[in-house]
């Protein structure tokens, strides 16, 4: 059997990312996920974005000799801005321009003339640029700092310095850990997923801005250590622990065998290592026997698309995996992604996937791709539904502004933007254990897998947690509000399980170019 190890793509601008939407503190209880120490890996129990990382499209600034912050020309954005050298003039559109050149202009005055401290020209250029940003419909259009920009570039080689813990932000000032990577600083020092966060290094974490600001202050140097202090509702204790910040490798691909037939790959994020550690994950379940493969991506934010195209590659036949459709340098374009005839897995071996509310991007993709060449069926819940592309812009300060470019078109023509993709088989987990990291579930807990197995005609264990340390309780009055009790299991009412296709007729779409169709604007509730 051909193997072909993948490694990070030739050329940095030929890499496609996916990333969930950044933190935005108007959200309030959105949830965010982030890969602590490296900052966001949004993980929202929602939202993921393409991004590409790209050089400039053709958009930069031009400076003009201007001195008086108040002369503002119309044709100018504001003074040394020449935004006709930028935007071209649209026909019949004028007088529009005319008159909203002009209120820009009074704005500008009365601020500079008014307002109650002194604004420099750098405050007000500074002030258009963000605020032209977020005044754009798509929320994937977002600024980055340089510190934010670097570091989410860093996360996306498949390791960095950190604990190895993602973290979600259920509400403000409550920061409760999602995941532990396997072999992690974190996992060895005990932390578990549901552990809430109540001080880092003495600093109580409602003194902590946002999700960004709590990762921010545990990173640091590989070495250093950090004393992070949590609350587990399990025992109703607090706990302090001393972490060493080290390097950690992200797992990507994780692959077992559940019996002699059904192979198991649980695929936490498409980083830039993904296409290698899936191709050694696929050629380990073919050497095992594997007939059927039921695919995780259930907790999978997305990631570099590159790799998700190699990955797709290994399962599909020469044919559309995605149909692109957007603007670069002021220009509709007009993009394929296509598999080619390379195969490692047998077209005769049976694919599941599953997926949750928190499977964006890649992760859709991957799934909606496989559904619509006929190998798979989809079993879960309704996917977040992002299906539109963004590039990375760096700026003059090593900052970055992340732009939506594209929306992306499933085989089927499908658009899966704002609206996600709808399984097969439509079940949840228990609403007591929808927080809990999937591969901490034990084999009742479970019942999306278990309805995977039962499609596939099995049943099977699934792959359990390592033991994790005894921990001695911290002394002192707890300094957070304990949770719930979870509710008993036994009296917890089995889920309906609804097919929204039958499950038994999955048949290959076609792979032509897709025929977009209207997108509705995505609705997102403040808690998804």
């Not at 532990?180 to 005990?190: C, D, F, H």
Request: net charge negative.
């Amino acid at each position: 059997m051909e193997e072909r190890y993948y490694s990070e793509p030739e050329e940095e601008n030929m890499r496609y990312y996916q990333y969930p939407e950044p933190p935005r503190k108007s959200s309030g209880g959105q949830i965010l996920t982030v890969i602590l120490a490296v900052l966001l890996t949004f993980l929202l129990a929602v939202g993921a974005t393409v991004i590409i990382m790209t050089t400039t499209l053709g958009f930069r600034r031009e400076i003009k000799s201007k001195t008086d912050i108040q002369q503002i020309d119309p044709d100018y954005l504001i003074g040394e801005v020449d935004i006709m050298k930028i935007v071209p003039r649209t026909a019949g559109d004028e007088e529009a321009e005319k008159l909203e050149a002009k209120k820009l202009e009074e704005i500008v005055r009365h601020l500079y003339e008014s307002y109650y401290r002194n604004l420099t020209r750098s405050d007000i250029y500074k002030a258009l640029g963000l605020g032209l940003i977020e005044q754009q419909d798509s929320p994937y259009t977002y600024y980055l700092t340089a510190e934010d920009y670097t570091q989410i570039r860093t996360e996306m080689g498949g390791s960095y310095v950190g604990i190895g813990a993602s973290v979600n932000a259920p509400e403000p000032g409550r920061y409760v850990i999602f995941d532990v990577l396997e072999n992690s600083p974190a996992e060895k020092a005990g932390l578990l997923a549901d552990d809430e966060f109540v001080s880092v290094d003495n600093m109580l974490v409602t003194s902590f801005t946002d999700l960004n600001d709590l990762a921010n202050h545990i990173k640091g140097k590989e070495g250093t250590a950090v004393t992070i202090e949590f609350y587990r509702p399990s025992t109703k204790e607090n706990y302090t622990v001393q972490i060493i910040r080290a390097n950690v490798n992200t797992v990507d691909v994780t692959v077992s065998m559940i019996n002699d037939q059904v192979g198991y790959c649980y695929m936490r994020e498409f980083t830039g290592t993904f296409a290698a550690q899936f191709e050694k994950g696929m050629h380990e379940l073919m050497e095992k026997g594997a007939k059927q493969i039921v695919f995780d991506l259930r907790e999978n934010p997305g990631g570099d698309a590159h790799q998700l195209v190699l990955a797709l590659d290994m399962l599909l036949p020469g044919g559309v995996i995605a149909t692109l459709k957007g603007r670069s340098e002021g220009k509709p374009i007009e993009d394929v992604w296509e598999s080619t005839d390379w195969m490692i897995v047998p077209k005769d071996v049976e694919f599941v996937c599953l997926v949750s509310n928190r499977s964006a991007s890649a992760a859709e993709l991957f799934a909606g791709a496989l559904r619509d060449h006929g190998r798979t069926v989809i079993i879960g819940e309704q996917t977040y539904g992002k299906g539109s592309g963004t590039a990375f812009f760096p700026l003059a300060d090593g900052s970055a502004v992340n732009i939506t470019i594209f929306q992306y078109y499933l085989p089927s023509g499908e658009l899966i933007e704002g609206r996600g993709l709808k399984p097969n088989l439509e079940i949840s987990l228990p609403q007591e254990l929808r927080s809990t990291s999937v591969r901490r579930l034990t084999r009742a807990e479970d019942t999306q897998l278990k309805a995977a197995l039962d499609y596939l005609g099995v049943s099977g264990l699934y792959p359990t947690a390592t033991p994790k340390p005894t921990l001695t309780p911290t002394p002192g009055p707890k300094t957070t509000t304990p949770t719930a009790e979870p509710t008993d299991p036994s009296t917890t009412a089995k889920p309906t399980v609804t097919p929204s296709n039958p499950p038994t007729t999955v048949t290959p779409s076609s792979t032509g170019k897709a025929t977009p169709t209207p997108t509705p604007a995505p609705t997102k509730g403040s808690g998804s």
